[in-house]
């Protein structure tokens, strides 16, 4: 019978927290102790000021609670939520991302799924996704490649790169809002601009939809 993937709890006051999902690894921790609660859980916690070192296998869903200090995921993690008030944060791949805090960078190379970024004042990078919902009250956004994407921030550039077909809603008070499509791709767009210049390439179509709003800041929708 196939071992079930395991679901780690990781939590530190302050301290930088790296975890490695690697094939056939077991779970492993430098810096703290773990233990295996009854309900399937392997509840991480750290020890000292050392870095929290913690192996475990590909696919492992990760709940990581921190206060400061970094946060560092290579190899391909589970479902990752993330709490955490200020520190960066890095996520080289994972199937889905809740991530929440305050202040810090934010980078995820890769989401199979959902990718949900919620904090006060970052800059958010997310390479590619199925579907990215980021806000920010300050700070800029950065979409590589996605399929769907809420986007909301005060103060702020907004970058994101479609897929093309699917929706995608931007809304801003202060910063630019540019969005990228394929080219051939002919989006159905509604976009408007309080105070700022509005630029669309791509003729208007049934090519998924693009809805951007700002108040003070240009919108351009591009082909590349």
């Known amino acids: 019978m196939t ?7 990781i939590t530190r006051r302050s301290g930088k927290v790296h975890v490695v999902a690697a094939p056939g690894a077991t ?11 009854d309900d399937g859980t392997v509840d991480v916690r750290a020890l000292g000021s050392k ?7 590909s696919g492992s869903d ?5 206060a400061s200090g970094s946060i560092r995921i290579e190899g391909d993690a589970g479902s990752v939520k993330v709490i955490t008030k200020s520190g960066a944060l890095t996520i080289e791949r994972a199937t889905a991302v809740d991530a929440r805090g305050a202040s810090g960078r934010v980078e995820v ?7 949900h970024a919620v904090f006060v004042s970052s800059n958010v990078h997310i390479g590619e996704a199925a579907r990215a919902v980021v806000a920010t009250v300050s ?3 950065e979409v590589g490649a996605v399929d769907d994407a809420e986007v909301k921030t005060v103060s702020g550039k907004v970058t994101i790169g479609a897929r093309g077909g699917g929706q995608l809603v931007a809304r801003a008070i202060s910063g630019s809002v540019s969005v990228s499509v394929p080219v051939g791709s002919h989006p159905a767009t509604r976009l408007k601009a309080v105070s700022g210049r509005v630029r669309c390439e791509p003729d208007p179509g049934h090519d998924g939809e693009i809805k951007v709003a700002s108040v003070s800041g240009a919108i351009s929708v591009t082909c590349r």
């Open 62 to 66: 990760l709940t990581i609670s921190t």
């Open 27 to 37: 779970v492993d921790v430098e810096g703290g102790t773990f233990v295996n609660c």
């Open 139 to 141: 700070g800029n956004i």
């Open 3 to 9: 071992e079930p993937t395991p679901r780690l709890r």
């Open 51 to 57: 870095v929290l070192e913690v192996r475990c296998p």
């Open 109 to 115: 190379g890769s989401c199979a799924g959902e990718c």
